[in-house]
């Protein structure tokens, strides 16, 4: 399974979780469930965004520097 960065803005943490590709966690407290981690004082629903982990585990740091965003796939049309 792939690893997946998620960055909260409101509490400027990034925490690092490996789920399935067709997944994706959206709350600061699906996150913090899924990491098995404390949500602090931030909110449950609080917006997370998810980046591609490029390297080793990132948990609780304030950097997303060695990620990547995740969006849409981009097909290019060729056959």
Do not use: K, Q
Request: include cysteine.
């Amino acid at each position: 399974m792939p690893s997946y960065d998620y960055h909260c803005p409101d509490n400027a943490r990034v925490v690092e979780v490996r789920h399935r590709m067709s997944e994706s966690l959206s709350t600061w407290g699906e996150v913090c469930a899924r990491a098995d981690i404390e949500l602090g004082e931030t909110p449950a629903d609080a917006p997370v965004e998810r980046y591609i982990a490029e390297s080793g585990a990132i948990a609780g740091g304030s950097s997303v520097a060695s990620a990547a965003p995740v969006g849409p796939s981009c097909r290019s049309g060729f056959t």
